[in-house]
């Protein structure tokens, strides 16, 4: 099975005036905890640093990438949540399988009601 190739962009922008930024707020410690944490878990997933999401007053922020989730106001205690989140998609839960013989659908009670035949 392929493996999809995910990264986790963390915005480390500091910007030191009156409006906020991941950076200011401890965005590179998180990063480097988030690092850890994953490889931890046996997910090495790159944490890769960003400029800025433009959405800085809700940081610190970071997202799962390409077209993951997308975390806001990031702390410590919140970043199992981001590591369970790629574990997710790494290993997704496995789907049951589906039988596709009727012979077996039918011993399994599984089959299609339109099959059962009925003496009247
Ligand atoms: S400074 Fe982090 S989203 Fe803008």
Known sequence: MPTRKISILV???ERFSDRP???VQGS???AKQLEYKLQEAGLPIPVE???CFGRCHEGPNLRIAPGGAFFTEMNSA???DVVAAVAAIIHPPAQ???CTDPLLASL???SDES???SDR
Request: net charge positive.
């Open 11 to 13: 915005c480390i922008n």
């Open 21 to 23: 930024s991941c950076g």
């Open 28 to 30: 590179a410690k998180l």
């Open 49 to 51: 640093p960003i400029g």
């Open 78 to 80: 919140r970043l199992d």
């Open 96 to 98: 049951p399988a589906t």
């Open 108 to 110: 399994s009670g599984a």
């Open 115 to 117: 099959t059962h035949h």
